[in-house]
């Protein structure tokens, strides 16, 4: 009897679960030549308790449109600030996707960035599409730790960019959104 009680307890507590997001917009035609102009990006909480970012583009674009004939791949990222001051300093993680070498499907991972080194990769993240104007990417909360918020911003880099000049960032200006995390 006590068991069925708890678990009608559970399962009116995950009924009445309600995720939240932060969301903010970016300009569009803020970058140039890039199939990757952001527009919006977004931080959340998946009904399943994992944390969702969403990055969303002007422009519709394929998942090859990353893959890179020179140089470095494209990609999307959210960068995520969860013990440093937000913005001034490299983010504390990174959690990114970019193109398979088949240019057909996203490979996507939760790295930790170090001071002067590159970063190491601290787990998984699954990266989707429900638009070709969109990824989400998914990944559990132990990755960036518990803190009470987690300043963020999106972050898209085409194919073969030095990184300074065709980097899209939002919001714009150093500036960060913060996600406040329910307890």
Known sequence: MWAAKG???????AATFTPHTRTV????????KSPVDLTRVSL??????????SL??????SVKALVAKDGIPGSVCLRLWTKTKPGGT?????VCATAAKDGKSLDASVLQERAGDTPVRVGPARASRSTSHNITLRFGQSMVGRPKVIHFAGETTPPGCA?????????DNGKTAAFRLRR
Request: charged share 20%; hydrophobic share 40%.
């Open 7 to 13: 678990l009608a307890a559970v399962a009116v507590a």
């Open 25 to 32: 917009n970016d300009a569009k035609g803020d970058v140039s």
């Open 44 to 53: 959340g909480r998946a009904s399943n308790g994992e944390l969702r970012g």
């Open 56 to 61: 969303t583009t002007a422009a519709a674009y």
């Open 90 to 94: 490299p983010p504390d993680y990174l």
């Open 163 to 171: 990184r300074v000049t065709c980097t899209d960032v939002a919001p």
